[in-house]
Structure formats: structure tokens, C-alpha cells
């Protein structure tokens, strides 16, 4: 039973585009998400969080937006840079401690 | 400052075996996570560590699966007769109290034949 879900496994998008990347839940206790990005043989980085009494936070390139009746968070990158090229993770938890991770999605700018 | 530090980064090891994995999270972070990467799969939490608190241990998968963290500083994580089912990447995080991010470490591959 997936708790936190991103269906896409893959995702290509074109540089200076926008990347859109999505999460769905299940568990409506959740009150705290967050996107990780994790290169090859690395530990995932953290990028941005949000809690449930929010619907947006941007920082920089990256937007993340929670939709809490819909139960789907998406992270918006624009304009998307190779560097971005990588695998990312959204997390949800009841508070920041047991965090459910999605299975990724591989994101590839293409130049 | 340094980061979330793992090792042996890699580690193959025979069925029946027992292993260890280190973790020495970040000076100061309190709270510490032990997870698995399986293949294809997303991160599975394992177990965490907070303060003097007892830890939570039930993302362990079974009995042979085993953590403690010594003066509240590095943890390790024994796994007992091993299986081939039990190869994966397993990730280590630290963080401080409350909502705040986890920071991870490289983490450690491990190869069960």
C-alpha cells in the first residue's frame, strides 16, 4: 500500500522550459511534505518543503504546491537547466520525523 | 561544515553473514534516520533516533534488522544473516528537532551474493 505515489518515472522536458513534477498521497494525517533531488551515487539533497497550512512556497526556480481536498503536491522548476537533470523524491509525514517517500521520478533536461 | 558521513560506502558480503553500516550524522542534529533504496523503489523508512527518547523502530523489517546510536552521536545498523533480499542502499539522515529538513549521507551499497 503506497502511501505517497509519483506515477511518472520519467520526465523530459526541454532547457528553459517548465519541469512539472507529481505527487499524490493517500493518508490525510500528513502535514508536512518536501522534494528531494538525488544524483547517481549520491544521498538525496533536500530543495524545498511545504506544510499543509499553505498551499504554495516558491524559492528561487523551484515552486512547490499543495492541493490538501486533492491530496497532490506538484514542484514546478523554471526555467529548467541541465543541472536539474537528476531524480526526485517527494516525502509527506505527519510532522518531519517518518517520512513515506514516492519511488522518484527521473527528470532529463534536454539541451 | 561537515556533512551526514556513511560507511564502507560499499559492502558486499555472503548470504548468512552479519553486517555493519555507520552513520555520523551532523555535529548538533539531534534526530537520526536510518532508510533503504532498494531497486526501483523509493526510499523505506528503517528506524529514528531522537534525543534520549527510545527510538522507533518499526520500519525494521525483521527481527535480524537491529540500530543503536552511542552518546547520541553515531548509529549503526547490524543486519543478521543476511539475505539476498536485503541488498539495497541504505541511507542515513540527520536533522534537528522538529520541522526541519533531514540532511542525508552517501549512503552504503549493499551487495548480498
Redesign the interface.
Given at each position: 500500500d503506497q502511501q505517497?505515489k509519483?506515477n511518472s518515472p520519467s520526465l523530459s522536458v526541454q532547457e528553459g522550459r517548465i519541469s512539472i513534477l507529481n505527487c499524490d498521497y493517500t493518508n490525510s494525517m500528513f502535514d508536512?511534505f518536501?522534494w528531494?533531488k538525488k544524483y547517481p551515487?549520491?544521498?538525496?539533497?533536500?530543495l524545498i518543503?511545504i506544510?499543509s497550512i499553505k498551499d504554495k512556497n516558491e524559492d528561487g526556480r523551484f515552486t512547490v504546491f499543495l492541493n490538501k481536498s486533492a491530496k497532490h503536491l506538484s514542484l514546478h522548476i523554471v526555467p529548467s537547466q541541465p543541472g536539474d537533470s537528476a531524480v526526485y523524491?517527494c516525502?509527506a509525514g505527519e510532522?518531519?520525523?517518518?517520512?513515506?517517500?514516492?519511488?522518484?521520478t527521473r527528470l532529463t533536461i534536454n539541451p | 561544515g561537515a556533512g551526514v558521513s556513511q560507511s564502507p560506502s560499499n559492502k558486499v558480503t555472503e548470504k548468512g553473514k552479519d553486517v555493519e553500516l555507520r552513520c555520523d550524522p551532523i555535529s548538533g542534529h539531534t534526530a537520526l534516520y536510518w532508510y533503504r533504496q532498494s531497486l526501483g523503489q523509493g526510499l523505506e523508512f528503517l528506524i529514528y533516533f531522537q534525543g534520549n527518547s527510545a527510538p522507533d523502530k518499526s520500519g525494521l523489517p525483521s527481527d535480524r534488522f537491529s540500530a543503536e546510536r552511542t552518546g547520541g552521536s553515531v548509529s549503526t545498523l547490524t543486519i543478521q544473516r543476511t539475505q539476498q533480499e536485503d541488498s539495497a542502499v541504505y541511507l542515513c539522515a540527520s536533522s534537528l528537532p522538529g520541522y526541519n529538513e533531514q540532511f542525508f549521507g552517501p549512503g552504503t551499497r549493499l551487495t548480498v551474493l
Open positions: 505517497v509519483q508536512y518536501l528531494y551515487a549520491e544521498g538525496p539533497t533536500f518543503s506544510s523524491f516525502a510532522g518531519a520525523q517518518k517520512l513515506v517517500f514516492g519511488q522518484g | -
